[in-house]
T-cell receptor, first 113, second 114 residues
Framework: QKEVEQDPGPLSVPEGAIVSLNCTYS??????FMWYRQYSRKGPELLMY????GNKEDGRFTAQVDKSSKYISLFIRDSQPSDSATYLC?????????????FGSGTQLTVLP | ETGVTQTPRHLVMGMTNKKSLKCEQH?????MYWYKQSAKKPLELMFV???????ENNSVPSRFSPECPNSSHLFLHLHTLQPEDSALYLC?????????????FGDGTRLSIL
């Protein structure tokens, strides 16, 4: 079993749709959760960063962490064609072997105009 | 310049060549990282440097040799590579290693081994 599972997609949605991207994980020591966006031929760019459980909102993006279910989500409201990219979840613990970032394999998203 | 800069952006080399990848960060960070990104696979952490000292080598073959002369520069020396080493190599930096600091990435070097 992979430590972090992420549906690779591809996922295609019409412009204006609400997008839900998800990751599940197995290591209960993870406490820091991040979402990165990676455009084609570019490096990953940090989108959202949350600690422990709860929600965090930044503009059209909302990150949600449910530690009891070991499940994290990224919601994109009013999706735009410019949101078309691969979205990577990443997580880490404060100590031990999991203190470095562990990444999901990424979900490829296309927002159709 | 700002952020994390990687050169070259693309590299094609034969299996017997020797080449180096370069990374420079302008963020004032103290930790730097090398990752390998292959299609449809999670980013694989290769090496971690914290305050110029290597703190992690994730069982990387010796044909990859990192060098960190200072906190702003990181190199990856390559020799006698294999076709399966073809991938995108990403450099990242963070304030310190192994803490709650998010990592900032460069745009990578696309490496192709003939």
């Amino acid at each position: 079993q992979k430590e972090v599972e992420q549906d690779p997609g591809p996922l295609s949605v019409p412009e204006g749709a609400i997008v839900s991207l998800n990751c599940t994980y197995s290591n209960s020591a993870f406490q820091y959760f991040m979402w990165y966006r990676q455009y084609s031929r570019k490096g990953p760019e940090l989108l959202m960063y949350t600690y422990s459980s709860g929600n965090k909102e930044d503009g059209r993006f909302t990150a949600q962490v449910d530690k009891s279910s070991k499940y994290i989500s990224l919601f994109i409201r009013d999706s735009q064609p410019s949101d078309s990219a691969t979205y990577l979840c990443a997580m880490s613990a404060t100590s031990g072997s999991a203190r470095q970032l562990t990444f999901g394999s990424g979900t490829q998203l296309t927002v159709l105009p | 310049e700002t952020g994390v800069t990687q050169t070259p952006r693309h590299l094609v080399m034969g299996m017997t060549n020797k080449k180096s990848l370069k990374c420079e960060q302008h963020l004032g960070h103290n930790a730097m990282y090398w990752y390998k990104q292959s299609a449809k696979k999670p980013l694989e952490l290769m090496f971690v440097y914290n305050f110029k000292e290597q703190t992690e080598n994730n069982s990387v073959p010796s044909r990859f040799s990192p060098e960190c002369p200072n906190s702003s520069h990181l190199f990856l020396h390559l020799h006698t590579l294999q076709p399966e080493d073809s991938a995108l190599y990403l450099c990242a930096s963070s304030q310190v290693a192994g803490r709650d600091q998010p990592q900032h990435f460069g745009d990578g070097t696309r490496l192709s081994i003939l």
